[in-house]
């Protein structure tokens, strides 16, 4: 049987930038500030928090063994875990306009969060702590994680990235050049189908659509509004438009739809477009500086889902697909964390027949069931639930792959599992991997319907 996986990763810290690891040093240092606490109050080392923090900071010593390999690297692991028996759909992530790194003030928090971790791990290897089952960290992965942080702290993982020349190559750049590194293997011919990062504040994002097609360098488009722009920004909709040329290309777009994930730290944001500014339920339109009221020192997802909200709700999606009802649209992540979300999505893949969605990055049991419960209700968007991997970034949350790939077959059943990574996504490759002189009825209908309204 023919699987793909339709939403994975292959970046690596070096494309993407400490920015993406926020989350994980927030915690931990919250962690840590507890342990200090209880140390200092000759409590046990053996409370609860404190094993919680060692079993985090193993998970993560974990990842960053991912996390620092080539996306070349990174990709045959995953390979591996399917057996080469996948197509694989790694998305790229342009997060170079997350944060200046020069200007925001929370980069002053951020480098407290490094020297505090710093310093709990150093003391925690002049103490010679050994692995064992109760997920203490070995002197190897605390000497990782030390490894990480000093490189971090010196800026070597800034947004522009400084090779041993002088040439300066962003993450963007550095993703780009390891997708046709490996799209011109030929181990992978036929079975990796990238797809471009679009971020509308990239100057000459547009002159990289030439590469997205049939028989391309990529297949689709992947947009992460969160980082700092709205879904309907003037670059993306309108005349002469990004989302325009790719439904009348036949290009599908990516989508990250979550009430979670990562978004810009940054206080306040330029923005145009329809967005739902705080204390509104609906998109209005919007241009100009719009300011946040949560900051990383609120707490991580405190400060992702107020970003979330304002810039990338489902319902300022419905706007982009009025206005180009023929585009082949994957909300990923099936709006996960927010209920609303969740539904809201439903409804709207009940009335557009080209929006799809994916299970990527579910890695609970209630999140999973949530899921299997709308499938089993709802036989009419059954086949455009689509399986991600969403490797690596699934091993925030998971011991290993296997875990995390198991755990959705078991909570969905095999004859889900073989539907959304078979059928579907099969069905789904030929609304748009097809050739233009194909006279489809989809085909037709599609080009018919992107004319703007």
Known sequence: MKRIDSHCHVFNILSVGWKAILEQLYEISELISDAK?????????ETVKTQF???KMKRFAELIAIFTDNGEEILLMLDNHYHQEFVLSPLMFDGDFILDPTKDDNLVHIKTIMNTSREYLMNLNADHKSINNNGILSNDEIDRLLDLLNYLDKGIYSSDYKTKGETKKDGFTLQYEELVKISN???YKNRVLPYLGVDPRRENIKTYLEQVGKDKLFAGIKVYPTTGFSPMDKVLVGHNSIFEYCCKNQIPVVSHCSYGGFATPAMSV?????????GQTEPVEFDGL???EKSIMNGFTPMVQERASVLNHPKIWR??????????LVLAHFGSGSDEWQNEIVRMMKVFPNLYTDVSCMSDDETLMKVKDIYDKNPDIRNRILYGSDYFLDMF???????????IIKKLGQAIFDKI????????????????DNKHFFYKERINSCVLS
Not at 37 to 45: A, F, P, R, V, Y
Not at 319 to 328: A, F, I, M, Q, S
């Open 319 to 328: 706007k982009v697909l009025e206005k180009n009802r023929g585009l082949l």
């Open 397 to 407: 949350f998971n011991d290993s792959f296997d875990q995390y790939l198991n755990r």
């Open 37 to 45: 606490h209880l140390k200092s109050n000759n409590l046990s080392i």
């Open 421 to 436: 990574s078979s059928e579907n996504p099969l069905d789904f490759k030929s609304k748009w991997y097809q050739t233009i």
């Open 185 to 187: 293997n030929p181990k």
């Open 270 to 278: 330029d923005l145009n477009g329809y967005i739902i500014p705080k």
């Open 290 to 292: 719009y300011k946040f």
């Open 53 to 55: 923090l060692l079993f």
